[in-house]
């Protein structure tokens, strides 16, 4: 199995800043693909930023130029660096990986999930 541990979350002013990490351990043989979603209340559970295990990114709806993902393949470790939030980024931030362990299949895992709010 890959643990996830996600850290970073919490309560900001609009225009505020904060960092989220995600750091995946066990038997693990690589990781491919690492990820960001949200979910705000009454809302479903929402892609944010992407990156593959060569760095590619990809960022969805109105965080593009205010947030960043980045990773350390050597922690096996995913970032997130929110600049510019709004309310409308309150929601639980997860972290997902695309992971294959030794002798397994690859598969997606998911992390337990951090809060962030926004709010004055």
């Known amino acids: 199995q890959v643990q996830l541990v996600e850290s970073g979350g919490g309560s900001v002013q609009p225009g505020g800043s904060l960092r989220l990490y995600c750091a995946a351990s066990g038997s693990i043989f690589s990781i491919l693909t690492m990820g960001w979603h949200r979910q705000a209340p009454g809302k479903q559970r929402e892609l944010v930023a992407t990156?593959?295990?060569?760095?590619?990114?990809n960022y969805v709806g109105d965080v593009k130029g205010r947030f960043t993902i980045s990773r350390d393949n050597a922690k096996n470790t995913v970032y997130l660096q929110m600049n510019s939030l709004k309310p409308d980024d309150t929601a639980v931030y997860y972290c997902?990986?695309?992971?294959?362990?030794?002798?397994?299949?690859?598969?997606?895992?998911w992390g337990q999930g951090t809060q962030v709010t926004v709010s004055s």
């Open positions: 990156i593959t295990s060569g760095g590619s990114t």
């Open positions: 997902n990986v695309q992971a294959q362990l030794y002798g397994s299949d690859i598969k997606t895992y």
